[in-house]
């Protein structure tokens, strides 16, 4: 599960493409059907699948490692390793999302020449995405949320001691500066981290109405066949009947036959007499 998230797809440096913030930029993720199929394929079916399957997993991995930060955000060990440590998880975990639903835009594509259980299974890793995603966007907000107060908290500390360093030991006045300016720098490398955490959150609203279209293409796609079987059930049951009737009329006519040969050797029998008798007279 950790080795699928510290491994994203695709070579390179990791993309932080999604954000919900004004000065990140929200990537374009299209679900148009890939050109190009012709037919179905069970290898690269079952091989998107899989990716897909393992991909939500890791992001399900990393939404666990974002609640163990949470907790440890406005504590002592609020430092800025776990600010770096909760950037690189949204780093990769972004990259791993993007992954997904290019591979989701694929299985779409390959599907179209599948059966009703690829169709439900499409379906279904589309809710697993779904839900996922939600739940990994709803923590980034809130993480981001208490970096932003207790950056707020460690700002007003900063003042409060600034002016009471001025007011008692003004006489130390250098040196005080030296390390006010010190825990300074570390605010603004602290502000810093804060907003490029905030620039990570995925702006889920869209990847969902993207999403929604697929599901919706998938729903009209299993109408029309469930339609096409229930049409095909009725074609072969009125075949049933029809052939039922042609049975029947083939035995009703044999039996007619039948009757006329009877009655035939009757009369057959009874001119035969008829001549018999005659001659023996």
């Known amino acids: 599960m950790s080795q699928a998230l510290n491994n994203p797809t695709g070579g390179g440096a990791p993309h932080r493409d999604y954000g919900a913030t004004a000065e990140s930029i929200t990537p374009e993720v299209s679900f148009a059907a890939p050109g190009g199929s012709s037919g ?13 399957g393992h991909n939500i997993t890791a992001v399900l991995s990393s939404t666990k490692q974002l609640e163990k930060q949470l907790k440890l955000i406005g504590t002592p060990k609020d430092l800025p390793t776990l600010r770096d440590k909760v950037h690189s998880i949204n780093t990769k975990t972004n990259a791993k999302i993007q992954t997904i639903t290019v591979d989701l835009q694929r299985l779409q594509g390959v599907v179209r020449h599948g059966d009703r ?25 809130r993480i981001s949320s208490a970096m932003r107060q207790s950056y707020q908290q460690a700002l007003g500390s900063e003042h409060e001691a600034e002016v009471s360093v001025r007011a008692e030991l003004l006489q130390q ?14 605010l603004v490398e602290r502000h810093r981290q804060v907003e490029q955490i905030e620039s990570d959150i995925i702006d889920v609203n869209q990847i969902f109405t993207k999403l929604s279209g697929l599901v919706h293409e998938q729903g009209e796609q299993m109408d029309f066949i469930e339609n096409s079987i229930e049409q095909t059930a009725t074609n072969v049951e009125d075949g049933h009947s029809e052939l039922a009737k042609a049975a029947r009329s083939r035995q009703s006519y044999r039996r007619k036959i039948l009757i006329l040969l009877v009655i035939a050797v009757i009369i057959g029998l009874i001119v035969t007499g008829i001549i018999v008798a005659k001659l023996s007279s």
């Not at 179905?40 to 897909?52: G, R, V, Y």
């Not at 006045?173 to 570390?186: F, I, K, S, T, V």
């Open 117 to 141: 259980q690829q169709k439900l299974q499409l379906e279904k890793l589309t809710r697993e995405f779904h839900s996922v995603v939600e739940k990994y966007s709803n923590l980034q907000r």
């Open 40 to 52: 179905f394929s069970p290898t690269e079916f079952m091989s998107l699948s899989e990716d897909i």
């Open 173 to 186: 006045q250098r040196q005080e500066q030296a390390g006010l300016q010190q825990e300074h720098d570390m």
